[in-house]
Nanobody
Framework: QVQLVESGGGSVQAGGSLRLSCAAS????????MGWFRQAPGKERVLVSR????????WYADSVKGRFTVSRDNAKNTVYLQMNSLKSEDTAVYYC????????????WGQGTQVTVSS
């Protein structure tokens, strides 16, 4: 079993920055892919970025490319999402998730953290 706990959300003005953290515990994640999702009010949850825990190519949704950076710290068992040049449309609940590399569906989810960007 894997437990994921997000932190770092909050309120910021447009143009500002936030860094989200996702602390993982419970089992080794060396064969997993970590994803950051977001869900805005009235909209579906969408993937914004992902990173393999063991290293490799990262991926970003077009809407955040060039502004968000995903990274991991294996020693701390933590994945980060650095969000710069925030826009009002980035307002959402952000979720951290994990899936085994051989699967398409994310199996483990955090509780989510709210990000609110005011213009």
């Amino acid at each position: 079993q894997v437990q994921l706990v997000e932190s770092g959300g909050g309120s910021v003005q447009a143009g500002g920055s936030l860094r989200l953290s996702c602390a993982a515990s419970g089992r080794t994640l060396s064969s997993h892919v970590m994803g950051w999702f977001r869900q805005a009010p009235g909209k579906e949850r969408v993937l914004v970025s992902r990173i393999p825990w063991s290293g490799g190519d990262t991926w970003y949704a077009d809407s955040v490319k060039g502004r968000f950076t995903v990274s991991r710290d294996n020693a701390k068992n933590t994945v980060y999402l650095q969000m710069n040049s925030l826009k009002s449309e980035d307002t959402a609940v952000y979720y951290c998730a994990a899936r085994r590399g051989t699967r398409l569906q994310y199996e483990y989810w955090g509780q989510g953290t709210q990000v609110t960007v005011s213009s």
